[in-house]
């Protein structure tokens, strides 16, 4: 079967790659959507590993239940992507976002289990959760996303009337910017580098307001707007220049929550952090229960989440895809792919 796999730094092939054979304990998916995650970019724009087939959000059709019981073909399903031991003590207290084997077996993200970008995928049983009717394809590959600003949301601890600032208006940054909202924030602005993408995100609804992060006068006239910094904030970037902007602009006290990757060392004067008595607070993924939460919030339309998605294209049209959401100037922010087309 035709899947996408990445084959140097920012350039996909299209390739033959075998069929997942039904071992009777994974389930094996038929892939309706997978959605282009910033992480991806990561992996496209540094060419490794080669071979990766890519796409962790996903939504699908049982082809072959495995050991699940409850499942029959035909049913509709998403997975969260990870693969963690089940054993350890973080599996046990539900944190599965902890367990050291989560990323080694990743679907998506690691070159034994290929990812959405094909048309059919083995999947963990204990992962895969079946979706409700009223929920589109679409929206079911948004779930992965979203559980990743409602944990982040989480980690922020944030007060009603709180003011929040969220860094990057990508997919990440938008998702933790409504539920900064939804968690009682009185007022959300967002930086981006990007005029269209942060312009969308007021368009949307998501923020009250949008700021320049090239501004130079960015943290005055931030610091002027909220009386001395947020009480929280999440950078949803992960480069210097915006961890740096999350410690210069949040509060005395307050929280700065990591959730961008950075890929690189990041420098940055501490003594900001310890002369405020920052909280820094990481904010990997996602648990299990928030994963199903983003599942039951959008089928009881509390979070509306096809806002969020721009296109959808077939396999020929990905690496065009990556082209479109790194060109750091399109207001394109989700592209989904949709193997069958
Ligand atoms: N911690 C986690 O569990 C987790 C999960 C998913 C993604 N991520 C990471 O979160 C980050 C965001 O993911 P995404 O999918 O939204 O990515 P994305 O690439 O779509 O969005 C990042 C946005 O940041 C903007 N930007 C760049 N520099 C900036 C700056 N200095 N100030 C303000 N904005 C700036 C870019 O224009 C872009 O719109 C990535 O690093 C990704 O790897 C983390
Ligand atoms: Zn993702
Ligand atoms: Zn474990």
Not at 251 to 277: F, N, Q, S, W
Request: include cysteine; proline fraction near 4%.
């Amino acid at each position: 079967m035709k899947a996408v796999a990445i084959k140097g730094v920012k350039q996909f092939e299209i390739k033959d790659i075998s069929e997942p054979k039904a071992d009777g304990e994974k389930v094996i998916i038929e892939v309706s959507k997978t959605g282009i995650c910033g992480s991806d970019i990561h992996y496209w724009v540094n060419g490794e590993p080669k071979g990766l087939v890519m796409g962790h959000e996903f939504a699908g059709v049982v082809v072959d239940p495995g050991d699940r019981l409850d499942l029959v073909k035909g049913d509709r399903v998403t997975a969260l992507p990870i693969s963690p031991c089940g054993k350890c003590e973080a599996c046990r207290n539900g944190d599965v976002q902890f367990c050291p084997e989560t990323w080694s077996h990743a679907v998506g993200l690691s070159l034994d289990n290929p990812g959405g970008l094909t048309s059919k995928i083995a999947v963990r049983s204990d992962m895969v959760i079946k979706v409700p009717d009223n929920i589109q394809d679409e929206e079911v590959a948004m779930v992965e996303p979203l559980a990743v600003g409602l944990h982040a949301a989480h980690l922020g601890r944030i007060a009603v009337g709180d003011d929040v600032l969220v860094i990057g208006a990508g997919i990440i940054g938008l998702a933790s910017a409504e539920f900064a909202k939804k968690e009682g924030a009185s007022y959300v602005a967002i930086t981006e580098t990007n005029k269209a993408r942060g312009q969308k995100a007021v368009d949307l609804k998501v923020a009250d307001e949008y700021y320049d992060a090239t501004d130079k006068d960015l943290v005055s006239k931030l610091m002027a707007k909220t009386n001395g910094g947020f009480d929280v904030v999440i950078e949803c970037v992960g480069n210097g220049a915006a961890v740096n902007s999350a410690i210069s602009m949040v509060k005395p006290g307050g929280i700065v929550v990591l959730v961008g990757v950075a890929t690189d060392a990041v420098p940055t004067y501490t003594v900001m952090a310890v002369m405020k008595e920052l909280v820094v607070q990481g904010a990997i993924a996602y648990t299990y229960n928030e994963f199903k939460s983003c599942i039951d919030l959008i089928s009881r339309k509390q979070v509306d989440v096809l806002k969020f998605v721009d296109d959808i294209v077939p396999l020929e049209r990905v690496q065009e895809a990556y082209e479109r959401l790194t060109s750091g100037t399109d207001a394109a922010v989700k592209i989904l792919v949709d193997p069958k087309k």
